[in-house]
């Protein structure tokens, strides 16, 4: 466990410095990355989704509250938070000017090491409704025939 842990305190360490080459450094060069968002492969696109927190969310911090380890794969719970003062770029493209709006948010993850001891996976899990909801994104939801 100690060597997938450190990984993921290096992880945890460069979010919070908001450090996307530290952060890319942690993940292999062909990762995939899953968010509610949508799939993520490769450091070009998983830098791209940091860089977009970072600048939406200048002070983000993340408490982790529990993690386990089973062989190549460790799952840790967090609370997010951060103030909503950047630009967020929806999936589809579409752009929320910053709120100033306070978001506190649980979420969970589990990464999977590849044989290079870096992270070959990521699966992150939040309440998507709850996030938008807190950065005062008025979404419509549309029926559907």
């Not at 949508?38 to 977009?52: A, D, S």
């Not at 002070?59 to 967020?88: K, M, P, Q």
């Not at 306070?102 to 996976?121: E, H, K, M, P, W």
Request: proline share 3%.
């Amino acid at each position: 466990m100690t060597e997938i842990s450190a990984l993921l305190d290096a992880l945890i360490d460069a979010i919070s410095s908001q450090d996307e080459e530290r952060v890319l450094r942690c993940y292999s060069p062909g990762a995939v990355f899953v968010t509610p968002a949508g799939v993520l492969e490769g450091h070009e696109q998983i830098g791209w989704y940091y860089q977009q927190l970072f600048t939406a969310f200048p002070d983000t911090h993340n408490e982790t509250t529990s993690r386990a380890a089973l062989g190549d794969t460790i799952i840790t719970e967090w609370t997010f938070s951060g103030t909503h003062t950047g630009v967020l770029q929806l999936p589809g493209g579409a752009e929320v000017m910053g709120t100033g709006r306070r978001v506190i948010l649980q979420a969970a993850a589990a990464y999977t090491l590849d044989d290079d001891g870096l992270f070959a996976s990521g699966r992150i899990y939040y309440d998507q409704l709850a996030f938008y909801r807190q950065t005062g994104c008025h979404l419509r939801l549309r029926k559907t025939a």
